[in-house]
């Protein structure tokens, strides 16, 4: 038997089995049922289709983790509109970019952001503009409460799971954003797999730490939903608020970077909040690979338990887990070592580590290749860029995605990272992984966060740099030597593994999820060079 897999079924799901369950808690202080929740969704497309938005049409979404972000997504896509979530971190012109690449037809923006889409209003042909707060808003933009205000019925109109139904995009680290496009299969069957290994139950509170723009906040807008747990909702990311949170909402899941990790753990060393409600905490990472001193501190420490989870907005974006405890000892500190590796492929999921010859490297631990990956929530391609979908999934291994990250294969078939393609440290001739440095940075007592990148050398090539953030916070007294620091990680790592140069910086580059925008410090080092690389 063939049933077509919709984005909608979803929401219908949760209307249909928890209608007076509390579906969402509002910044704004309302709480909405999932009737309610439901009904205003409901209005929201019938007002899109009482403006000519159709079913193909893109509806851009700009929007901290508000209930609106989630009515508006919702609502665009029980019509067959295409939901186009928007970085709310992105300047004026990206904008620009974005919604003319897209050819979006509609955009709700929160009333903080919208000044944003205002500036660059008459550069696109975007049609329809609705805030939460029109007041705080220069120009003529719709109410969002008010378009709410009608009595239509949703006219859904038919819809097959291998239609676009969300457009996502890149962070344009290398050039343009590139839109990624996921069908309702896509989506579908990345929830399903979400829900799996998240462990997602209808008596969860979900804490939206992680931006709903990204990747549809990891598929968690629908995953959420349709098992009938609980939204709560925030407009960003605060160490007090989250503890506050997490205590009087009973949260039981939530997803943090690890550099949001560092945030509570210092927050919570000078206050000392309670870490938990009613509920045991869980609470997923990705990014990058969280230090093992993150691990032991949110585990030992809070009492909560740690999913390290890996992929890329073309992925879904979850395809890995470290969440295999057949291959750790409950309550062990070997547990550590295994749940900072990006772990094992999901369900369906099929990772290789592959060579330049697209030959898988052996499971040994050592050998460095890249990550591609095959399944069903692999994106359908980038919007209106074929060349550029070809090259992604044809460069070592036809038809599997290259995600550009660089990593290594356990006896049991576990990937660990090692370093992005482009930033592995290549020194004299040997190969150095900065994530390994990172790792061991961040075990001194007086470095709050670190990035290593290649900075040029005349005699190597390329050395290692770290980019320190130091505890005291103060670049200008970070109450530790650089020469310190290079003698600490001689005494944990081989010589040649050695950081050359330390830099004390007051906070380093990152993206809206907390990911650490290595290129733009390489861009900094190296813009005297010439090149991006070093002969090493």
Not at 69 to 92: C, D, F, K, V
Not at 225 to 234: F, P, S, W
Not at 455 to 466: F, H, I, N, R, V
Request: net charge negative.
């Amino acid at each position: 038997m063939h049933k077509p897999l919709l984005v909608t079924e979803f929401l219908d799901r949760a209307r249909n089995h928890y209608a007076d369950e509390e579906a969402v808690v509002a910044t704004t202080g309302e709480r909405y049922s999932y009737a309610e929740f439901a009904d205003r969704v409901d209005r929201f497309s019938v007002a899109l289709q009482e403006r000519g938005v159709g079913k193909g049409d893109r509806v851009a979404v700009l929007d901290p983790n508000t209930h609106y972000h989630l009515e508006a997504a919702h609502g665009a896509m029980q019509i067959g509109a295409i939901h186009t979530p928007l970085n709310y971190r992105l300047t004026p012109d990206d904008y620009a970019y974005i919604l003319e690449d897209a050819g979006v037809t509609a955009i709700y923006a929160d009333y903080e952001y919208a000044g944003k889409v205002e500036a660059i209003r008459e550069q696109v042909s975007t049609e329809l503009f609705v805030t939460n707060d029109p007041d705080a808003v220069d120009g003529e933009w719709d109410d969002f409460e008010a378009w709410l205000d009608t009595d239509g019925a949703v006219d859904r109109p038919e819809m097959s799971e291998d239609e676009i139904i969300t457009i996502n995009y890149t962070s344009g680290t290398t050039g343009d954003p590139k839109g990624v496009m996921r069908t309702h299969r896509c989506e579908t069957l990345h929830a399903y797999l979400t829900s799996v290994h998240q462990e997602i139950r209808d008596d969860d509170v979900y804490l939206w730490t992680l931006p709903m723009f990204h990747v549809n906040g990891w598929g968690h807008i629908f995953a959420v939903t349709g098992l009938g747990a609980k939204h709560v909702c925030t407009r960003g990311v605060d160490a007090g608020e989250i503890f506050d949170a997490i205590a009087t909402e009973d949260v039981s899941y939530f997803c943090a970077a690890p550099t949001v990790l560092k945030q509570l753990i210092s927050y919570h060393d000078e206050h000392e909040p309670a870490t938990a409600g009613a509920n045991d905490v869980r609470v997923a990472t990705a990014g990058s690979a969280p230090p093992e001193a993150t691990i032991r501190a949110v585990e030992d420490e809070f009492g909560w338990y740690l999913k390290h989870v890996y992929g890329a907005t073309e992925t879904g974006p979850l395809v890995t887990t470290s969440d295999a405890r057949r291959h750790f000892e409950e309550g062990s500190s070997d547990r550590f070592a295994v749940k900072k590796k990006q772990g094992l492929g999901f369900l369906g999921t099929e990772v290789r580590v592959v060579d330049e010859d697209g030959a898988d490297v052996p499971r040994d631990g050592e050998t460095i290749g890249e990550v591609v990956v095959r399944g069903n929530q692999v994106m359908e391609g980038y919007w209106e860029k074929p060349e550029a979908t070809e090259e992604a999934f044809t460069d070592r291994a036809e038809g599997y995605y290259h995600l550009g990250d660089l990593a290594t294969v356990d006896e049991n078939g576990m990937i660990s990272i090692q370093d992005r393609k482009k930033d592995i440290i290549i020194s004299g001739g040997e190969n150095i992984s900065s994530i390994e440095l990172e790792d061991t940075l961040f075990e001194h007592p007086e470095v709050a966060d670190v990035a290593v990148i290649p900075a040029p050398s005349e005699e190597w090539g390329e050395t290692p740099k770290a980019f320190v953030v130091p505890e005291s916070g103060d670049a200008d007294a970070p109450g530790v030597d650089a020469e310190d620091l290079v003698a600490f990680t001689r005494e944990h790592l081989a010589s040649y593994k050695t950081v050359r140069r330390v830099e004390f910086v007051e906070t380093l580059p990152t993206t809206a999820t907390g990911k650490v925008q290595k290129f733009e410090l390489r861009e900094r080092e190296w813009e005297d060079e010439g090149r991006m690389i070093g002969e090493g």
